[in-house]
Structure formats: structure tokens, C-alpha cells
């Protein structure tokens, strides 16, 4: 079946570095991507990776990439306030015969305090 | 270029009512889905469209709900004697292929 975990909530301090969690099940899966969302926003994409990558670094971000555990981090260097959001990890199973919805998390609560 | 533009931003309907959503995607991408968020959960999907075509509507409740994409204009998600259970947000994707979608702001269905 298809199924994406997170942790529902995260709470770090201004500076410090954030990594939020993910695991997926569907092994097809060919793209996987973390989205933020703050309070009543749309979702914005912040990244996403290729299921032949191991990690990729964008600026403060970086998504690593655990294909045989099916395990997704994204890893938030130099936390600030600005980033408190709802994260959401997301799969894009295409190679399942899907059309390319995607399935999603919970959501990570990020409380960044000062 | 502008970004997937949605409206309207938040309706209000009472149950038994009619509610159409309208999603604008961005310039270029003939690619649209359909997404709800239930308070405190993530996003469930629930149809994906190319022009004047419904390509996957797994997602979709079977009765009330319906979408078009056609092919002039905007998506439209229409749904037809809302109850209290459909209250969500309603999000809507446009894609130039099935890799990147790129979210709209929403539409908050509030039923009274």
C-alpha cells in the first residue's frame, strides 16, 4: 500500500539546525518532495529529489535519501523564526501505474523559538 | 508568470447548496489536480485532468462531486449539495509534466 509518515511536530531553537522526517512505502516511488506551508497558504515546493539520489543540497536545505529503508529527511541549516511552517513530505509513485498525484503526510509542525 | 491563481479564496455555502471552485493554472502547464485537506491532515488527492480530459478521478467521491478542465477557461471542481463533511480546503496543482506541481493558495469551503 501506499503510505507517507511524519512526525507530527518539531521545536528547535533560532540557529539551530532542523531535520524533519519522513518514511514512505511504495517502493516505485520515482520522485519525492518536501513542501512548506504557513498558516492558511498554499503549499510551496521547496525541494525534491530523484529516487537515484542519495542527497541534494539546496542552499540552507538538504534532503537525504535512505532508499533501501524508504526514509526521507530534510535538514534546515541556520533556523529562523521564518521558517516555522508545516512541512510536508510527499511521494510521487509513478512508476505504480499512478498518473502522478501525489500522496502526502501529516505534516511536521516547525516551531522555531527565538 | 504568474503563479496557479484560485478562487474564490473562501466560500461559504449551506448544506444543500452548490459550490464551485475555479483554479487557473500557470501559463504552460496543461496539467491540473485536485487536492483536499481535512483540518490537521495532509493533502488527499482527488482528481487530475489535462485539457477537456479526466485522466485519474480515484480520488474522487463517487456522487456530488464533479470536475472539468476545459478547454478554454479555468478547472472547475464543482460540488453539488454540500453537507457538512466537505468543509476542507481545496487545493488545486497545475504541472507542465507529472514532476513538479505547483500548488494554488487554496479555496476554504466553510458549510453552515
Known amino acids: 500500500g501506499e503510505d507517507v509518515e511524519q512526525s507530527l511536530f518539531l521545536s528547535v531553537r533560532e540557529g539551530d539546525s532542523s531535520v524533519i522526517n519522513c518514511t514512505y512505502t511504495d517502493s516505485s516511488s520515482t520522485y519525492l518532495y518536501w513542501y512548506k506551508q504557513e498558516p492558511g497558504a498554499g503549499l510551496q515546493l521547496l525541494t525534491y529529489i530523484f529516487s537515484n539520489m542519495d542527497m541534494k543540497q539546496d542552499q540552507r536545505l538538504t534532503v537525504l535519501l535512505n532508499k533501501k529503508d524508504k526514509h526521507l529527511s530534510l535538514r534546515i541549516a541556520d533556523t529562523q523564526t521564518g521558517d516555522s511552517a508545516i512541512y510536508f513530505c510527499?511521494?510521487?509513485?509513478?512508476?505504480?501505474?499512478?498518473?502522478?498525484?501525489?500522496?502526502f503526510g501529516k505534516g511536521t509542525k516547525l516551531s522555531v523559538k527565538p | 508568470n504568474a503563479g496557479v491563481m484560485q478562487n474564490p479564496r473562501h466560500l461559504v455555502r449551506r448544506r444543500g447548496q452548490e459550490a464551485r471552485l475555479r483554479c487557473s493554472p500557470m501559463k504552460g502547464h496543461s496539467h491540473v489536480y485536485w487536492y483536499r485537506q481535512l483540518p490537521e491532515e495532509g493533502l488527499k488527492f482527488m482528481v487530475y485532468l489535462q485539457k477537456e480530459n479526466i485522466i485519474d478521478e480515484s480520488g474522487m467521491p463517487k456522487e456530488r462531486f464533479s470536475a472539468e478542465f476545459p478547454k478554454e477557461g479555468p478547472s472547475i471542481l464543482r460540488i453539488q449539495q454540500v453537507v457538512r463533511g466537505d468543509s476542507a480546503a481545496y487545493f488545486c496543482a497545475s504541472s507542465p509534466s507529472r514532476n513538479e506541481q505547483f500548488f494554488g493558495p487554496g479555496t476554504r469551503l466553510t458549510v453552515l
Open positions: 510527499a511521494e510521487n509513485p509513478i512508476d505504480g501505474g499512478s498518473q502522478g498525484n501525489l500522496i
